[in-house]
Every structure is written in structure tokens, then in C-alpha cells.
């Protein structure tokens, strides 16, 4: 006996159409996207202030310059606050730390004594000690430092393929570390924790956010480099007791990076060591470099856009009065397999060239 079914209930007819439902529910997410960046943006925006430094930080001591590092007690008022970008990096690194000593700990390392913070007072000193992984053979207590990188800032390191770098030994490791800015401020910061703190050794791990891997960089204890270190400490304080800065560095490259400079600190780089060239018809063409710069910079923003916008549009596209012509050429490529591509690599030198006005930065 055939079964009865319940007539089915007909849906109402929707008083929209679907485009228009589609367009709603973008406006919509669009909406939403846009308050999501508002709201992580704000919560960041809060910490935008200068904060009072009163003694020198381990953290630092990477900066070749003395006389930064006593600017920023004696003139910390005259600083600008770290814009956004800076403290959504601060975050960045902050959620990084915490989330490889929680791997850590659910795989079973002891972590001991975790974001600790100490001050010497003997050296206005102080710092924050991630903390120390026990070693499971020996007891012994292994200062662990752990800094998040997106593959950029240090690209010596993280450059390297899991093959290269299980080549590599830890005096390489260091030596490629600190061939970059940020690698070298954290050499010298795990040096001084060594010092202060009677270890004999320490452990770098690199979060890699570009590949999703931990990097470590075993530092042995340099006593004479940490030493120097210390003296150098000593050596700002007794600055700043007498109210007396050290020398200026001189190095244009360095000096123009600085938080102080032109607000407290005052280096004649116009010229520095640099060579002179008095060429006319040179510096006529860097004038009008920054004459026609904004214009370029516009032209070649709007001819990235007009190409996305045509280059599916077919060979022969007229927009008003103009005709684009698309044309697919062939050209030969170099094709090599992803599990090959290390044996292909290797770190060359080059040169990047820029130059602005010495008047341009305030």
C-alpha cells in the first residue's frame, strides 16, 4: 500500500532578489571585517603612550650607540610613543613566547621560573628572563630566550632549510645571527643574563612564523664579551650621574633610526665620513626626483590596477576612448622541484640605494 506524504509546505517567496541578498550579506561582512580591525586596533591604541624609563635594559645593550642608551632615561620625555605597528608586533612576540612554552609543557619539557623580571640594582640593570628548560639527562637548568620572526629581520637564520640548518653548528648559527640588527640585540641580552645570572650557557629558539618551525641557537658563555658588557653599563651610569652624554657615533645609518635624534640628540651627519660629490647636474636630478615622486609613485598604483582590471577582459578591450591590446607571450623558465630547490641557493651580496634630503627628517 503506497505511503501518503504530507503535502510539503511551500516556501515564501523571498521580497528580495538574490543579488540583492548578496549584496546585503557583503555590506554586511564588510561591515563586520571593518569593526573586527577596529576593535583589536583600539584594544593596541590604549598602550600608544611614553612610558618613563628610569634604568637601563638588557634588552638594549644590541645598540652600538652609548649615548642612545642614555637618552632614553635622561630624555625619555622627548620620545615619541611606538606607533601601532610596533606594539602589534609587541603582541605578536608576546603571544609567540607563550604559546612555545605551552608546546613545551604539553610535550613534556619542564619550563621553570617563566617570564620572570629582575633588576641589579649595583648596575641600574634589568630584563626579563623567559625562563629555563630543564635537560632531562644531565638536571641541568638551560636559560631559554624565545623570539617570534616572520622570516625577514632574520633571514640568515631563518632563510635556511631544515637540511641546512641540521648542517650547520652552533658557532655558525651564532655567527649568522648576528649578522643581523635584531639577532645581534639578542646575543648580547642572553650574554648579559649568562653573566648575571652564573650560567654557562643558554638557548635561543626562534619561533620561525614563516614556516611554522622552532629554530635553536645554543650560545655559550662569553665571559670576556659580557664583561665588556658590564662595563659598559657601568660606564652610562656614571653618564648619567653626571649629567654628561657619551660621544656621539657618528653613523648616519644608525643615527637617523634613532628616537633621540633631532629631539634630544644632535649629530652633525650631515656629511660624516661620507664622500663628497659636488656634480650639479647630480643633485639637480635628485631635486627633481622629489619634484615628480609623488606623481610616479600614483601612476605606477593605478597602472598595477588598470592592468588587473583589463587583463581578463580579452585581447582587444576599448574603455572609452582608449584601446588595450592583451598579447600572451612565451618566455623560458628554470623549473626546479621544491625537495631540490636548496642545492640551487646560496646568500649573495647586493646593493640597495636610497637618499632623501638631510632636512627631511625632523
Known sequence: MPIEMAPREQKAKPDRTVDELIEDHT?????????????FDDALKDKIRVQPQMHLRASSFGHPCDRKLYHDIVDWKKVMPFGLQAHRNFERGNYGERYVIGKLREFGFIVVGEQRDWYDESLNLSG???????????????????????????????????EELAQTSHSERIARLRETVYGENYYVQV???????NKY?????????????????TIPFDWEFAHSMIDRAERINCAIALKVPPPYIEKASV????????RSCFPSITSGN?????????????????????????????????????????????????????????????????????????????????????????
Open 191 to 197: 650574554q648579559i643574563y649568562l653573566y648575571l645570572f
Open 274 to 362: 661620507a664622500k663628497i660629490l659636488t656634480d650639479p647636474e647630480l643633485h639637480q636630478k635628485m631635486v627633481r626626483h622629489a619634484e615628480v615622486k609623488p606623481a610616479a609613485q600614483e601612476a605606477s598604483k593605478l597602472e598595477r590596477e588598470i592592468k588587473a582590471d583589463v587583463r581578463d577582459a580579452g585581447e582587444l578591450v576599448a574603455v572609452g576612448d582608449f584601446l588595450v591590446t592583451n598579447t600572451t607571450r612565451q618566455r623560458k623558465s628554470v623549473v626546479i622541484p621544491p625537495e631540490r630547490k636548496s642545492e640551487f641557493t646560496q646568500l649573495v651580496d647586493y646593493v640597495t640605494t636610497k637618499w632623501e634630503r638631510s632636512n627631511d627628517r625632523t
Open 128 to 162: 626579563r628572563i623567559e625562563g629555563h628548560i630543564v635537560e632531562s639527562i644531565s638536571g641541568a637548568e638551560i636559560l631559554v630566550e624565545i623570539k617570534s620572526s616572520a622570516g625577514y629581520f632574520l633571514k640568515k637564520i631563518t632563510g635556511l632549510s631544515d
Open 255 to 262: 643615527c637617523k633610526q634613532c628616537r633621540h635624534f633631532k
Open 201 to 217: 650557557a643558554a638557548m635561543l629558539l626562534i619561533h620561525d612564523l614563516g614556516l611554522g618551525r622552532v629554530v635553536p641557537i
Open 27 to 39: 555590506h554586511a561582512a564588510d561591515a563586520l571585517g571593518h569593526r573586527i580591525v577596529t576593535t
